[in-house]
């Protein structure tokens, strides 16, 4: 029966299916020609989306990490910055309050004391730097200043040293106070417990140890409260006092100089592992983002050649249908 | 009178002509129609009452054998559609690794925000995009699993139109029947009922794979491939009870949602059962069986969300809930619909800063204290086993897990798609077939050829039985 005779709808049937296949394909490649990605990203990958949501999860992680770490950088530089410049002030009167010390020059002895003191008030100024609404020296307090103002800080000082007897009694006092669970920690310092390390890379942490409380610091204000106690006639007025004081100010403040160095340093390794890290960063979103559109973006070559075959095919349909409707007996009976 | 019994052979013939015409009219007008069987006259010689031409039968030339394998075609086809529409909705609740809006992408945000806030601890702007990220992960989870439970009301109400136009088809296929049965024994022509009946029989191959059976006189029962009895005699009569309103807690074991019943005797309807292999079945799997397993999913992962997050908390008592909550409680042991249930923690409704100083913490702590949100930060990418038996088992990451389920979801997806198309081919192929055994016009037009021929040489053959007569007359 099939043999003889062919269904006027199974051809129109074939036409219609064959018309919307290639509709369909033409669809899907055009879309994938003008957008460059492939459109079923699943079928792409064969369903395995576990490197795709990799890559994506990675380059999310990235872009954070590069405002986390460009912020690092800022906040560090600042420390950098304030570090220096008390390291210099310490570095420029150390040498001098020796030399007035032993100029022993009340004229000479007024003037460092008073440099002293203003280097002591600039020092606690730059330790209570915030950046941003963020103190930079107060450890995990961070919304407040971690010292009282300059002024009050040496009222505080000069407290502690008020009745002392000789030098060597007030040196002693000084060195109590600032030294391990001493007044300085107990009643001066408002700061909270060292930061917390950040992630600046995937599994690496820096952390942005120098607070007011660090070794050289308070060596280094020490030294300068020293001096500037001179200038408020303590222990006494008498020239071998302030001599004696002035030379343990000078003592103090050279002694502490590799104190400090080591700090900056420490925060410069820092800097350059934070440095480092951005690099590293940038390199590895570049490369993911490579190997991200290598997942998922269509070959325009092939999509466009797609397009191309598609196209012949659907003309090829159309010209068929033509063809195949004028074909019919009853034209030709007359 | 010989010549009186020529002249009736031809009259047979001319009425034999003219009814073939009007076959060949009616084949050429129905050449359209779907479901139309293409008749042709079976013609035999006269062996009673003189010489002559008689017609026998009109017949249907439908092929049994394509005719069924095309409607168990259609079945499938109808099945594997409705299966690769439901996982496509599922893969898309979850959404592909390529969209912004997918549930790996909510995770990365969480991910992302968590980092920023460690790194400025004192910003309550960072906080509060960590509060942010994580309701948009629970309400992502809670939506995902809302579609799902909407797919699952929706295969229940196909269930019941499929079942109710089952029924209609199976009444009225027992009507026609009887009409076929009386016309056929009275020996009128039934190829008309008998369209009729196959059309309705198609009408329901899609809902349930059917094989037809050759009964007395025309009639037909109907049987599943799987042993049950649609028309034997009198329908079969199957019932469901829709629900408007489906939850992930309510199942056809619990009895919350319908069965299905045959004749009033409940059947089952999983794989291997009475009805398996159409669109009914595949409604019956969408609801019992796929959407459960995916909604299984979703809280599964709702509870690793809740567990990896709890117990992190020193300001809380050890069993108070974490980041995320079970309806602002500690898991409740009923994992069933938790993705609705996942809500952030309340404590951080309007005091972020919990985040940061612990979530049971009565005034803020220090400010730069980055701790909680390192170890919340650790939490998301240490590799954990998940004590939900609805997830792989392996230590994973939260982003490795959503990846796996993403994965999942977009495998089982494509492997529907291709029995899909598998199916569709089958099935359109099959149809091509019949549709090749339809009304062909050219043929049609080449026999009316024939005919006209035929008639003109029998209206010939009277015209000379005529000039015979006539002559005789004039003697």
Same mark, same amino acid.
């Given at each position: 029966m099939s043999l003889v005779s062919l269904g006027d709808m199974a051809q129109s049937?074939?036409?219609?299916?064959?018309?919307?296949?290639?509709?369909?394909?033409?669809?899907?490649?055009?879309?994938?020609?003008?957008?460059?990605?492939? /459109?079923?990203?699943?079928?792409?990958?064969?369903?395995?989306?576990?490197?795709?949501?990799?890559?994506s999860a990675s380059l999310a992680r990235l872009e954070t990490l590069a405002s986390v770490t460009s912020e690092m950088q800022l906040w560090s530089g600042a420390m950098q910055s304030a570090l220096e410049a008390i390291d210099n002030r310490a570095i420029e009167l150390g040498p001098q309050l020796l030399s007035a010390a032993s100029a022993r020059q009340p004229a000479t002895f007024a003037a460092v004391s008073g440099e002293g003191e203003a280097a002591f008030l600039?020092?606690?100024?730059?330790?209570?730097?915030?950046?941003?609404?963020?103190?930079?020296?107060?450890?995990?307090?961070?919304?407040?200043?971690?010292?009282? =103002?300059?002024?009050?800080?040496?009222?505080?000082?000069?407290?502690?040293?008020?009745?002392? /007897?000789?030098?060597? =009694?007030l040196r002693d006092r000084l060195d109590t106070w600032f030294g391990p669970g001493g007044g300085f920690e107990t009643a001066a310092w408002r700061g909270g417990a060292a930061l917390e390390p950040v992630t600046i890379a995937q599994g690496e942490t820096a952390r942005l140890t120098p607070t007011a409380l660090s070794d050289g610091i308070r060596d280094t204000l020490k030294g300068l409260a020293l001096a500037a106690l001179a200038g408020r006639d303590l222990p006494g007025p008498g020239i071998e006092d302030k001599a004696a004081m002035l030379a343990a100010a000078g003592d103090t403040l050279i002694g502490s100089s590799g104190a400090r160095a080591a700090l900056s340093a420490d925060l410069g390794i820092t800097e350059q592992r934070i440095a480092d890290a951005q690099t590293r960063n940038a390199a590895e979103m570049t490369a993911l983002k490579f190997a991200e559109s290598q997942i998922r973006a269509a070959d325009p070559f092939e999509a466009a050649s797609r397009v191309q075959e598609a196209e012949t095919q659907l003309q090829l349909i159309y010209t068929l249908t033509a063809r195949l409707s004028g074909l019919s007996l009853a034209d030709y009976l007359g | 009178m010989s010549l009186s019994s020529a002249m009736n052979a031809t009259l047979s013939g001319l009425t034999v002509s003219a009814r073939m015409a009007e076959l060949v009219s009616s084949n050429v007008a129905n050449a359209m129609t779907p479901g139309y069987v293409r008749r042709t006259a079976e013609l035999a010689a006269r062996e009673t009452g003189g010489q002559g031409v008689r017609l026998v039968a009109i017949l249907r030339t439908a092929d049994m054998?394509?005719?069924? +394998?095309?409607?168990?075609?259609?079945?499938?086809?109808?099945?594997?559609?409705?299966?690769?529409?439901?996982?496509?909705?599922?893969?898309?609740?979850?959404?592909?690794?390529?969209?912004?809006?997918?549930?790996?992408?909510?995770?990365?945000?969480?991910?992302?925000?968590?980092?920023?806030?460690?790194?400025?601890?004192?910003?309550?702007?960072?906080?509060?995009?960590?509060v942010d990220a994580a309701a948009a992960l629970t309400n992502h989870l809670g939506a995902a699993s809302a579609t799902i439970q909407t797919a699952r009301a929706t295969a229940d109400s196909r269930i019941a139109s499929q079942v109710g136009r089952l029924n209609d088809a199976l009444a009225q296929i027992a009507d026609l029947n009887t009409r076929?049965?009386?016309?056929?024994?009275?020996?009128? =022509?039934?190829?008309?009922?008998?369209?009729?009946?196959?059309?309705?029989?198609?009408?329901?191959?899609?809902? $349930?794979?059917?094989? +037809?059976?050759?009964r007395a006189d025309g009639a037909v029962a109907l049987f599943t491939p799987g042993g049950a009895s649609l028309l034997e005699g009198s329908p079969s009569v199957f019932g469901f009870t829709p629900?408007?309103?489906?939850?992930?807690?309510?199942?056809? +074991?619990n009895g919350a949602l319908s069965g299905l019943t045959l004749n009033g005797r409940a059947i089952a309807t999983g794989p291997g059962s009475?009805?398996?292999?159409?669109?009914?079945?595949?409604?019956?799997?969408?609801? =019992?069986?796929?959407?459960?397993?995916?909604?299984?999913?979703?809280?599964?992962?709702?509870?690793?969300?809740?567990?990896?997050?709890?117990? $992190?908390?020193?300001?809380?008592?050890?069993?108070?809930?974490?980041?995320?909550?079970?309806?602002?409680?500690?898991?409740?042991?009923?994992?069933?619909?938790l993705a609705t249930r996942l809500a952030v923690n309340a404590a951080l409704d309007g005091a972020t800063w919990r985040l940061r100083d612990g979530l049971g913490a009565p005034s803020p702590g220090p400010a730069g204290d980055a701790t909680r949100l390192n170890a919340l930060h650790a939490a998301m990418t240490a590799a954990l086993p998940a004590s939900s038996p609805a997830l792989p088992s392996g230590a994973r990451s939260l982003a490795t897990r959503v990846?796996?389920?993403?994965?999942?979801?977009?495998?089982?997806?494509?492997?529907?798609?291709?029995?899909?198309?598998?199916?569709?081919?089958?099935?359109?192929?099959?149809?091509?077939q019949e549709l090749a055994g339809g009304v062909d016009t050219d043929q049609e037009m080449q026999s009316l050829l024939t005919i006209e021929n035929t008639w003109s040489a029998n209206a010939r053959v009277l015209q000379v039985l005529d000039d015979l007569l006539a002559r005789l007359m004039e003697i």
């Open positions: 049937f074939m036409l219609r299916r064959h018309m919307g296949q290639v509709k369909a394909d033409l669809a899907l490649h055009t879309q994938e020609m003008t957008t460059g990605l492939t /459109t079923d990203i699943a079928r792409r990958t064969d369903g395995d989306l576990g490197p795709l949501n990799a890559i600039a020092a606690v100024g730059y330790l209570n730097t915030s950046l941003d609404g963020r103190a930079l020296f107060g450890g995990v307090a961070t919304d407040h200043s971690p010292l009282p =103002d300059s002024a009050s800080l040496l009222n505080q000082v000069a407290e502690v040293a008020q009745g002392a /007897t000789s030098v060597a =009694d | 054998h394509l005719l069924s +394998e095309r409607r168990m075609a259609q079945a499938g086809e109808a099945g594997a559609a409705a299966r690769a529409a439901f996982l496509a909705v599922a893969e898309h609740a979850v959404g592909t690794a390529d969209t912004s809006s997918s549930l790996s992408a909510r995770v990365n945000a969480l991910d992302s925000a968590l980092l920023a806030a460690a790194g400025r601890p004192d910003s309550d702007v960072r906080l509060g995009a960590v076929i049965q009386i016309g056929s024994i009275a020996g009128q =022509d039934t190829s008309a009922l008998l369209d009729l009946r196959q059309q309705q029989i198609d009408s329901v191959a899609e809902i $349930l794979p059917i094989r +037809e059976v050759a629900h408007p309103v489906v939850t992930a807690d309510m199942t056809q +074991e009475f009805i398996d292999g159409g669109g009914l079945a595949a409604q019956f799997a969408i609801r =019992d069986e796929s959407a459960p397993a995916a909604q299984a999913s979703l809280d599964g992962l709702a509870r690793d969300l809740i567990e990896r997050f709890s117990g $992190l908390d020193d300001s809380l008592p050890p069993d108070a809930p974490g980041l995320f909550t079970d309806a602002q409680a500690g898991f409740s042991g009923e994992e069933t619909g990846s796996d389920l993403t994965s999942d979801a977009a495998a089982a997806r494509l492997s529907a798609d291709s029995a899909q198309s598998f199916a569709a081919a089958r099935a359109s192929a099959l149809q091509e």
